[in-house]
């Protein structure tokens, strides 16, 4: 029998959280910094001394021996430098354990080989980590001991952010204030504070890490770059929240625990649809614990793996022909008194509030569709969206039957009379309870659907932060507030003025409504005609950063500047450049040193044998023998013009200088000459003796784990 957990009692276990910090902290201490963190007023440094003290306390009773600033640059992943906390020696060869309030506020490292897209030059490489008490701090275990990890925002030099968490940060202000303009407009006089909230789904894949390890497109780029079908895939629809196998229940069981421990709220996990892929879901959270928790459990999912002998794989794309990963980003507003501004009520059409929101949503949505898409776009991803079986690459709002039927209402007539209800779900069984129906049904294919009282942005990478998402749904929707404040606050009635604002931004952007199929061709023509942006992939998403439009709504809410958003963009193009080569690169070497050799030895020993035959028995009917030879030894022969063709763009590409004009080159010319040189390659894994095949097959990696 397995033991038990207590998860209350681990829950939060390693995090200087509110209680421990209550213990520890004098009260006025204590007292000023939750103002800081539920607040959002400025940080008095003053606090730091007192706080890194209790901190180290902490965490040495705890074991930790280092301490380090976690932050997150623009390589997608989390980074960290470890000091320990000792002191230089005394004179009798003594340390001691120090850390101060300077180390805790702010850090140096030495930042020269993050990205930055030129924005810090390497003569001025000072890069900043910066404290954010708003995330607390956690203890990390693992085989380097125990190590105290303080979130931190990461600049350069003159400011200018050079992470995740700053613009985050700042979008969540700028929302915050225009969303309390919103609600004291409806006379909310208590709330001091609007928050986004965010629950993001994480998928993944389990795969076995011997096999993992035979694989150097794994090892390398995440992702298989070949492999033919196995003769099942998914589509029994047999795994999707099928029983979870004992070793995936062992290793979801330790992963919930590592997390609880870290005070992730891991709640949800299931299977999902493709073989080997699943899910874990918290429950949501003010968007920058979100952000922080959602690095933390993909970090957790591939150290947890290891111990368990799998690799966890968090790419896009892992294998052709079955689903993908991505990240379902739950976001909606709440006010610290507790109101959901997204939350219609039972009756929407009466709920002023929650129209005008509504409204507001939708035309931020439609006005910036391709920032949002943008957001959404890494390397990975664009096997993904579009391709589908994930949302379609063009931005639409699903809002469900009411919703819909609300706002035709509004547009027809002027008035909403009456909201539909979901009424009541009859099973036929007597000893079946009757269910209430929710008045909206679910629509899996909408990049962004309304769902009971959020709206899901299902775009999302499955390895991507969910930052940059985030911090455009905040950032438009800041804007939208705006000017609908701008206005109702002029205006001389605001019950007319709010109906006729309301009546406005719907009619105006209805044309971002869309409840149908968003995987059918005929929607893509459907919002061609409706002038939606259709943006298929990462290279043509990317210029919607520095339009001057985005460039206007960024530098009016303090979010980013002109200089941030290009270099963004630089950084994103040369993300997308490396990652192709990487992957050209690592095809080009699994071709001509795994595959083209074992298929030499195949048709060599066919050959061989053929002679054997033909020579032990002249009549025999070697015809079977004869076709697998040639049609292999024509496999092969294309296989070496493709990997010829293959090697020469690749080096093309490679010796461009980086940007724009490179990372559409690799796009054009690299992907499709990765494509050419797959097809024969899997072709010849269905004919080649499966003992000669130097890879592990997509059967063995994903049914076999
Ligand atoms: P659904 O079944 O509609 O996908 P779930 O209840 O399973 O919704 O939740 C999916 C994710 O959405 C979870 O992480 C959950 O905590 C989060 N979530 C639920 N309500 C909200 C909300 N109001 N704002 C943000 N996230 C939410
Ligand atoms: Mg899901």
Redesign the pocket.
């Known amino acids: 029998m397995s033991e038990v957990i207590n998860v209350a009692e681990i829950f939060g276990r390693n995090v200087f959280n509110e209680t421990v910090m209550k213990e520890r902290l004098p009260k006025s201490v204590f007292r000023k910094l939750k103002k800081t963190i539920e607040d959002g007023t400025e940080l008095d440094p003053s606090l730091a001394e007192v706080v890194a003290h209790a901190m180290k306390d902490w965490a040495i009773e705890r074991g930790a021996t280092h301490y380090t600033h976690w932050f997150q640059p623009l390589t997608g992943v989390t980074a960290e430098k470890h000091d320990s906390f000792i002191s230089a020696p005394d004179a009798e060869g003594k340390v001691i354990m120090e850390f101060s309030g300077k180390e805790l506020i702010k850090g140096e490292p030495d930042a020269s080989s993050f990205p930055s897209g030129g924005l810090r030059a390497t003569f001025e490489a000072r890069g900043y980590t910066a404290w954010d008490c708003t995330s607390p701090s956690f203890l990390r275990e693992d085989a380097s001991g125990v190590t105290l990890c303080i979130p931190t925002a990461f600049c350069s030099y003159k400011g200018e952010s050079l992470d995740q968490k700053t613009p985050l940060l700042r979008s969540m202000q700028a929302v915050d204030r225009q969303a309390l303009r919103i609600i004291r407009l409806f006379g909310n006089t208590r709330a001091r504070r609007v928050v986004p ?5 994480q998928e993944y894949f389990l795969v076995d890490r011997e096999k993992y390890l035979q694989r150097k497109d794994l090892i390398y780029a995440g992702r298989t770059l070949f492999g033919a079908m196995p003769p099942k895939g998914q589509e029994l629809e047999d795994h999707y929240f099928g029983t979870i196998r004992e070793r995936i229940g062992a290793y979801m069981k330790d992963l919930n625990v590592e997390l609880w421990k870290l005070g992730v709220t891991a ?2 996990q299931h299977n999902e649809v493709a073989p080997a892929q699943h899910e874990l ?4 959270d003010q968007v920058n614990l979100a952000v922080d928790h959602n690095q933390i459990v993909m970090e957790t999912m591939k150290k947890v793996a290891g111990r368990h002998g799998m690799t966890c794989l968090l790419h896009e794309k892992p294998f052709a022909g079955v689903n993908g990963s991505g990240k ?1 980003n ?3 507003l ?1 006010s610290d008194d507790g109101v ?1 501004l ?1 939350s219609p009520g039972e009756t929407p059409h009466e709920n002023v509030q929650f129209l005008l929101v509504l409204g507001c949503i939708l035309k931020a949505v439609d006005v910036h569709a391709d920032l949002l898409r943008e957001s959404a776009a890494d390397v990975g991803n664009d096997h993904r969206l579009g391709a589908n079986e994930a949302p379609p690459a063009i931005i639409s709002v699903f809002l469900g039957e009411q919703l819909e039927d609300v706002i035709d209402q509004l547009c027809s007539t002027g008035e909403a009379t009456h909201s539909k209800q979901g009424g009541t779900l009859k099973t036929g069984v007597a000893t079946l309870p009757d269910l209430d129906k929710d008045a909206t049904d ?1 629509n899996r294919t909408s990049p962004f659907a309304f ?4 709206f ?1 942005f299902r775009m999302v990478g499955s390895s991507d932060s969910i930052a940059p998402a985030n911090v455009v749904l905040n950032t438009i929707v800041a804007e939208a507030f705006k000017e609908a404040a701008d206005e109702l606050e002029a205006a001389e009635d605001f019950d007319s003025a709010v109906h006729d604002l309301i009546k406005k931004l719907l009619r105006d952007h209805k044309r971002i409504v869309f409840n149908g199929n968003g995987y059918s061709e005929a929607w893509v023509e459907e919002a061609e005609r409706r002038g939606l942006p259709h943006l298929r992939s990462m290279v043509e998403a990317i210029p919607a950063l520095t339009t001057e439009k985005a460039v206007k709504l960024y530098e009016e809410f303090g979010v980013f500047t002109r200089a941030e958003l290009e270099s963004r963009a630089e950084v994103e193009y040369e993300a997308y450049s490396k990652v192709i080569n990487i992957e050209a690169r690592t095809m080009i070497d699994m071709a001509g040193k795994q595959i083209i050799p074992a298929v030499i030895r195949y048709t060599t020993q066919l050959a061989t044998s053929l002679g054997a035959v033909k020579s032990a028995c002249p009549e025999a009917d070697t015809s079977v023998q004869t076709e697998l030879l040639t049609e292999s030894s024509a496999l092969l022969s294309d296989m070496k013009v493709a990997l010829a063709a293959l090697t020469a763009v690749t080096e093309q590409c490679a010796a461009m200088a980086s940007g724009k004009d490179q990372a559409h080159a690799y796009h054009d010319q690299v992907v499709p000459a990765m494509t050419a040189l797959r097809e024969p390659a899997d072709r010849l894994e269905m004919i080649v003796d499966k003992e000669l095949w130097p890879l592990p097959s997509y059967g063995d990696l994903i049914f076999e784990v």
């Open positions: 909230s965010v629950g993001p789904e709640k949800t879901a918290p429950i949501y379902h739950n976001w909606s709440i959901n997204l679910r769902t009971n009282n959020k899901e």
